[in-house]
């Protein structure tokens, strides 16, 4: 079953500050976040392994809840270059295939 | 290195049709995926492999069919290609340890 992701999709002017959720019903070994520019291929940004970790990458950064089975990715600051759809892909358990489940997306738009 | 690189980028078929994309990585990884993209659904998994000569459905694998004869090459097969089979195909790879999918430039496939 695929995580639920939202909002849908998010329009900020640049410098604004935006979060994006990533909920799963199912328990979560870890959560990875990806980027994907229009007519491109998806970009890995960053994994959140069980154990609460919050990551960083420049001014984008999140958190996993292993509780909630939720994680949100932070971006602070938004520049023009983040504009894109973002997915977040869940694994289950861990290790064996790293196969991920991914969401429907987050189309972000980033307005000068 | 070339990464992951994807045959065809583009491709028109009509109902009923077969045809077979090629997916090939030189990054030595011993896992290899195959998704298909299709507006609002994101990325949905369709066969996967964990090395050579193995195979496994993921989430969508009816009417698609898989090969891994070869460590860098994995092949996504339509034996009889029908217009819901229309969508972006990516495919990605990665290795043990590794926490990042490396995805393809992707395959627009029109089944008319």
């Known amino acids: 079953q695929q995580p639920v992701q939202s909002p849908q999709a998010v329009i900020l002017r640049e410098g604004e500050d935006a979060v994006i959720n990533c909920s799963s019903s199912?328990?979560?070994?870890?959560v990875h976040w990806y980027r994907q520019k229009h007519g491109e291929a998806p970009v890995f940004l960053m994994i959140?392994?069980?154990?609460?970790e919050q990551k960083g990458h420049d001014k984008i950064s999140a958190s996993f809840n292993e509780k909630k089975q939720q994680s949100s990715l932070y971006l602070t600051a938004s520049q023009l270059s983040y504009s894109g759809t973002y997915f977040c892909g869940t694994e289950t358990s861990g290790g064996s295939n790293y196969k991920l489940t991914f969401g429907k997306g987050t189309l972000l738009t980033v307005n000068p | 290195n070339a990464g992951v690189t994807q045959t065809p980028k583009f491709r028109v078929l009509k109902t009923g049709q077969s045809m077979t994309l090629l997916c090939a990585q030189d990054m030595n990884h011993e896992y290899m995926y195959w998704y298909r993209q299709d507006p609002g659904m994101g990325l949905r998994l369709i066969h996967y492999s964990v090395g050579e000569g193995t195979t496994a459905k993921g989430e969508v694998p009816d009417g698609y069919n898989v090969s891994r004869l070869k460590k860098q090459n994995f092949l996504l097969g339509l034996e009889s290609a029908a217009p819901s089979q229309t969508s972006v195909y990516f495919c990605?790879?990665?290795?043990?340890?590794?926490?990042?999918?490396?995805f393809g430039p992707g395959t627009r496939l029109t089944v008319l």
């Open positions: 959140l392994l069980k154990g609460g």
């Open positions: 199912k328990a979560l070994y870890s």
């Open positions: 990605a790879s990665t290795t043990a340890g590794e926490a990042a999918q490396y």
